[in-house]
């Protein structure tokens, strides 16, 4: 008999990865391999051995928490998530994933039932671009789409490499290849997550069935102008490097409204305005742009217009624009039969659900590249997220556990 999860563990361990982190009284910031991050995962570590989970840990950092099945001959089934987070966020974003997978993997333990397949639940390296700009670092390898020389020029603000970093902290490089992971390696990958939208809290529904996850294109643009005087420049004379980029922006905004996606969305976050003056018109910006789909083509399409807009507005305001793609990641269709049994878990339990698209990506993404893949999603409280006002009850994550525990078992228990 499986017993129900327990909010106070999944509390206890949430509180305990959150005294890692430097958000100095403003939401949490735990970023890739700084103090706080690497205390964070020695505490992970040091919780999945008390449960009695078998420990380790690859080349680029991605920690497995295994319980061992009773059949060693067949491929294991996968949980986790991630325990970085960008700067001022929240305490759920990744690491509910985490706590929940341990929940899950100690109710199976303690039953008495045979479970035949390994169990592991996994922290994947920096699903999180902030330290070196690209997201999903340890699955990107483990799909193959990271290489040992692509850490070579991965760079962080500070011009430390991944590559250095890696081997700083004593990974091995000679295991690098032992990272990526073939189809049939994994039997299948459950991922619980929070929601990071309203959609659940709005239906008053607890659980969400993931059928598909937005994959991210991003762009680092660069706009040269000319830098001179606010007042002593008239308005037909300046080539304003910030306008340009505001006008792009703004273009981005229309072509992802009107897109005829199912799901698409387009955001500029970061901007560098230089010199950054109230009396100087901009002769260099920077803007990040990210735009994510559900449908690769409508991707391809709305990267194909913003450029088409790039290149009207480098006439129009007489500016050079250079878009640097940093990657165009492929989407996910989740795998149906882990989510029929997803399903199945939820209505043995009596927990109603609804299915629905991923907009944020996660390490399922490219885990999906490898294996069948689905998740599972519980509330967030008014749909917030990559903020200190992200929150979700623990009751909320324990239902999810609930289900997650019963999916891994039902899926370790399942014939090749
Ligand atoms: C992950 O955090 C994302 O930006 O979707
Ligand atoms: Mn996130
Ligand atoms: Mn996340």
Redesign the pocket.
């Known amino acids: 008999m499986l017993e129900r999860a327990d909010k106070n563990r999944i509390e206890n361990w949430l509180k305990g990865i959150d005294q890692f982190q430097t958000g100095e009284g403003d939401g949490t910031t735990r970023i890739l391999f700084t103090e706080p991050e690497l205390k964070a995962r020695t505490y992970v570590k040091q919780q999945m051995a008390a449960l009695g989970l078998e420990v380790t840990e690859d080349a680029i950092g991605n920690i497995f928490g295994t319980l061992k099945g009773s059949d060693p001959s067949l491929a294991p089934v996968w949980t986790g998530s991630h325990i970085d987070t960008?700067s001022n966020a929240g305490m759920f974003?990744g690491m509910s994933g985490i706590v929940c997978g341990m929940e899950a993997l100690h109710l199976i333990k303690n039953s008495s039932m045979e479970h035949k397949r390994d169990i592991s639940v996994i922290v994947y390296t920096s699903?999180?671009p902030e330290r070196f700009g690209l997201?999903c670092l340890g699955s990107r390898a483990m799909a193959g789409a990271l290489s040992l020389e692509d850490t070579k020029i991965l760079y962080d603000k500070e011009g430390i490499s991944l590559y250095q970093l890696l081997k700083d902290l004593g990974y091995d490089e000679n295991r690098y290849h032992e990272i990526q992971k073939q189809t049939g390696d994994v039997f299948a990958s459950v991922e619980l997550h929070i929601e990071q939208n309203s959609i659940l809290e709005k239906a008053g529904v607890p659980i969400g069935i993931v059928c598909g996850i937005c994959a991210?294109t991003n762009f680092s643009v660069k706009i040269t102008g000319v830098q001179s005087h606010a007042g002593g420049t008239s308005m037909d004379d300046r080539r304003d490097a910030f306008m340009a980029a505001a006008e792009l922006a703004l273009r981005l905004e229309d072509i992802t409204k009107k897109s005829t996606s199912e799901y698409i969305t387009g955001t500029v976050g970061k901007v560098n305005v230089f010199p950054n003056a109230i009396n100087v018109i901009s002769g260099d910006t920077e803007i990040s742009i990210d735009i994510r789909s559900i449908d690769m083509k409508a991707k391809d399409v709305a990267v194909e217009s913003l450029k088409y807009e790039a290149e009207r507005i480098e006439e129009e305001r007489k500016v050079e624009i250079n878009m640097k793609m940093e990657n165009h990641d492929l989407p996910l269709r989740c795998d149906e039969t882990i989510m029929e049994i997803e399903k199945e878990s939820c209505k043995k339990l009596g927990i109603p659900y609804r299915t629905m698209i991923s907009g944020?990506?996660h390490d399922s993404l490219f885990v999906g590249r490898f294996a069948p893949a689905a998740m599972i999603f519980v509330p967030s409280k008014n749909g917030i997220s990559?903020s200190k006002e992200e929150w979700t009850d623990y009751s909320d994550l324990a239902i999810g556990a609930d289900v997650l525990t019963e999916t891994l078992y039902t899926l370790a228990n399942q014939a090749g």
Do not use: A, L
């Open positions: 960008v974003d699903e999180e997201s991210p944020p990506y990559h």
